[in-house]
């Protein structure tokens, strides 16, 4: 594990992430499926992240850690380009979506292609059935009614709500818990059948069991896309991701295997972070 | 939680002065408010009684007949709403017709699109819009709207009146049709304004929620945005509907103040406040005077049949999912 400066400043991707013959059992790489190089952002003037660059692999948990206000929101915003109507601000850099510059996807495709579901439960006040469908009717991935109701009771299920909306998929969305919204959202994320889905503290407003039932989720989850998962919970970046991305004052300080990350950090900052000496 | 720092707060009371004492007045602020309260209650109360009253005479005369007969002669002493009510409904309905579509989309360009500073100089100026008195429109009616109806509008829709009746017949310029345009004009900065403000306040959220699926700008426009502040949006079409229903001075001016009802909106009519607002003063019998009250009572049922529609409208909304 080099600390030297250089290597610091230069990318806090160490080689030692990807699997090598000295793993053993590991043998195929995982394949990028996110790649982010060199990116500064500005708020106006502001600028809340600095040269960030960092990969996310294809079916793999990668956790982004970090004290409040290090830019960690701000990073994941940029995956899917959200932070473009945000006014004055400004994305420097180059972010590659399987190998594919993604300004040069249309960014209605790019959104259904990378999902998001954000740090406070936000549906629609609409019902159950038509937050879920929302996404599947503006992109038109469903032919017909049938279709709609299979895509609305697959995404409820995969997101471990079916079984308590079920007889009520009618109803206002509102009327469900914090805990239930937030899984409805993650259906609704679900339904477009997204590659990559990106979560930004999806269980900051939740009580144990309901974060329970989200991590398991995101295992099962995990065949079928891309998770990149924004949390201030250092037990749960340890329980659910591969990987491991430390962000401190808008730098990627650190960015490793979870194991590497939680027992030998390469970086002084990372070690006292996750031991809670700061943040 | 140190229980003697908050004795110590309590105790340090008596300092004497009265001033200080009745900021601290729970009991006082209760009173107050309460009285506030009350007295919303007692005017309410006041103006039904009053309006009853007062018009006992046409009451006993003409009963609920009143309602549905159309004759208005102070000389035959014969007195029928019909043509006041109809006046009434029709104008405010043309004007929120013309009114609500383009305020609100004035209001989503204002809140959504336009960039910040031109939004600011526009915001502005509706609010000042807003607060031009009536009898202002009025005379900008009589100068403008009247002539254009007159010469451009009236003969282009009375070529259309093989299909449409509503616009047959000569135009006189004032009528029906002006008084509906100049209400439009004196509603719509009410729509925008509460409108772009219930649309300011849905939450950022809401439009990255629709973003992040794939929609397009318009799509998180149309699809969250407004459902979230159809609310606010609603508030803006009552409160402008009870502007129009109310108008008197400007639709005075411009309604030509005939008791008739014809189905051409070319046609002179009148409404129910102006009716009451010109013949007040010049009312000699007393049941005249009798029936000008009862109009009042029955503006006020109006105003306050169409309010509760629109309670029930959204609570009829509300149930169903909606934010608040
Ligand atoms: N819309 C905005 N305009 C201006 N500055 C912003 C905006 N959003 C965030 N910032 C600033 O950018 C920096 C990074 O914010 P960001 O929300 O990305 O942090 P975060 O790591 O997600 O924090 P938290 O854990 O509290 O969510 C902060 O200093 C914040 O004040
Ligand atoms: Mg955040």
Redesign the interface.
Known sequence: MSSTPESRVKTAIPAQILPQASDGVQTDLPAVKLKATGINFFYGAFQALFDVSIEFFENRITALIGPSGCGKSTFIRNLNRINETIRGARCEGEILLDGENILGIDVTQLRRRVGMVFQRPNPFPKSIFDNVAYGVKINGLARGKRALEETVEKSLRRAALWDEVKDQLHKSAYALSGGQQQRLCIARALAVDPQVLLLDEPCSALDPIATGKIEDLLFTLKDQCTIVIVTHNMQQAGRVSDYTGFFLLGRLIEFNKTGVIFRTPAQKETEDYITGRFG | MSAPASIGVTERKPDGLFLQRLKGGDPIAHAITWLAAASVLLVTVWLVAQLWMQSTPAIHAFGFGFLWSSEWDPNAEKFGALPFIYGTLVTSALALAISVPLGVGAAIFLSELAQ?GLSAVLTFLVELLAAVPSVIFGLLAIFTLVPLVRDVIGPALDKTSGVFPFFAGPSYGVGVLTAGLILAVMTFPFVISISREALLAV?R????????????KW?ATW??II??ARLGILGSIFLSLARALGETMAVTMVIGNDPKITPSLLAPGYTIASVIANEFTEATSNLHLASLILLGLVLFLITIIINAGARLLILATT?????T
């Open positions: 910040p939450p959220e809401q439009r990255e929620a629709a973003l992040a699926l794939g929609a397009t799509e699809d969250a459902p979230f149930r169903q999912g909606s934010a």
